[in-house]
């Protein structure tokens, strides 16, 4: 059965909340954003321009505030000042100032006139149609001042700028997250981050102290793990299973935990990634998002929800040989066939999001937001500015004609399913790959639901020599033995959330179908079943 709609008749607040029912507005429309901008009339935000995403988002309908969250902010996020010196550009925009102030580099002395780039026309999206068909884009130095409808030009985006990111690039990423995510409470922000794991290493900062511990699932993304223990942030994995992390083991921890046992404070922080989990590949249905926010809400619980696959939701997987599930027809059946987000959901204001377009656009462009509460992006802005300030501004003015100017809201959902295609074909590469070439009496998997991972579980106990090695031995010994195959796969060991006291009693391997051309993948699965062949003396 297709998940629930992710834009829906209105979301009732009711089903996931103890307090009160509150009814969300139903969300914002591609066709309305364009009202809305010819009614606004052209953006203008010139250099360092402050900018917020309430210029740019339904006004408030009734929504309630979200809740404080002063007694879960680190002395290192309450001791952040205001810039001195980002403060002084709400003066620029004075008729006749000149300034002598900010250390803003005039542009005649930027050596870059003009960019211009080739990209997709919609919908002829694969590469070979962009390189015979494609459109040049181009960015000049002063095309705000030398045409009637710039918004952004190259004296803008290569100068300065403020810890939100560009005003140009928030309205696009506001109204994104509206039309897809609807925040069921008033005062939700976005600020642009350098990338999901940039985000993450401001956000722990910003909520955790040393010797502190958050949650996550058993198994989660290696560079969250290690970009927590070097701030001296531990994780505590909770079990999992098809779909991810297990509410019940969630509460349990909660419930029972012992500070003088554990050695930390109770944690109050969950890391997850609902969609097309790294490594695992696991999916959270929309029931199980809400089981999980319900004990959020239980203990008090603030959540960093890390999504960049979340537009990697692929079709069904039919098994194999069988017909391919025909694409979404529309724009509007794509968003209703996507699970709901957990900001979606969130009366409370305790979900910070994590948005990238690393995995839909390129990872090099470095360019993400996140959406939290107003009070909480206040806080990060606050941390980008005395630290990496904001995007690249060139990667900046690349996305914003791409996806504003040149395809817009209803050209970049195209694209969006697309991808969505792309990958459920080669999703199907690979599991096909398995079907033929894996010993299935001792390799298992679950066929993905979303993202880039198959997660492969090697019965290890039916090893030869599972009595006299450890898994840790065996797991090593298949993985070089892939490598002399010529594969890399990675070894499930280096996903682990809980570093120190973890047991590991059960093997994996992740493989990705998102790195090689489809007939290598073939190969390359061919080569990792002989290596588990070998290994465990099978013909």
Known sequence: ???????????????????????????????????????????????????SSDLFKTPNSGKPKAKRWDHYLSVEAKARQPSSLKGAAKYLNRPGLITLGGGLPLAENFPIEELSFKVPTVPHFSEAEARQNGTILKAGKYDVTETDDGV???????????????????????????????????????????GSTSALDIALRMFCERGDVILSEDYAFASAVETAAALGVGF??????????????????????DEKAKGARKPFVLYIVPSGQNPTGATQSFTRRREIYKIAQKHDLYIFEDEPYYFLQMQPYTGPDSPSIPPPATNEEFLQSLVPTYLSL????????????????????????????????????????????????????????????????????????????????????????????????????????????????????????????????????IFLAAVDEGVLVSKGSWFIAERNGFVQTEMFFRATFAAAAEDKMTVAIERFGAAVRASFGLK
């Open 152 to 194: 952004y030009d190259l004296s803008i985006a290569l100068n300065y700028a403020l810890g939100t990111g560009s005003a140009q690039m928030i309205r696009f990423v506001t109204e994104h997250t509206e039309i897809v995510c609807n925040p069921a409470y008033a005062d939700w922000q976005c600020a642009l981050t350098v």
């Open 236 to 257: 505590v994995g909770v079990a999992m299973d098809a779909e991810g992390l297990l509410p019940e083991s969630l509460d349990d921890i909660l419930s029972n935990w």
């Open 346 to 477: 969130d009366v409370d204001g305790r979900v910070m999001r994590m948005d990238s377009f690393s995995k839909v656009i390129a990872p090099g462009s470095r360019v993400g937001w996140v959406t939290a509460s107003e009070q909480i992006i206040e806080r990060f802005t606050r941390a980008n500015e005395c630290s990496v300030q904001n995007p690249s501004g060139i990667s900046q003015m690349v996305l914003f004609k791409l996806l504003d100017e040149h395809w817009g809201h209803d050209g970049y959902l195209k694209w969006l399913i697309n991808l969505r295609m792309v990958y459920t074909k080669r999703r199907d590469v690979i599991l096909a790959a398995c079907e033929n070439n894996l010993p299935k009496e001792v390799v298992t998997w679950n066929p993905p639901a979303a993202g880039m991972f198959l997660w492969l579980k090697v019965n290890w106990h039916l090893h030869p020599y599972a009595k006299t090695k450890t898994l840790s031995e065996i797991e090593e010994e």
């Open 1 to 51: 059965m297709p998940p629930p709609s992710a834009i829906g008749n209105g979301f009732e607040a009711e089903e996931i909340t103890d307090t009160e029912a509150i009814v969300v507005p139903n969300p914002l429309t591609v066709k309305a954003v364009a009202a809305r901008r010819i009614k606004a009339g052209r953006l203008v935000a010139k250099t360092a321009a402050a900018t």
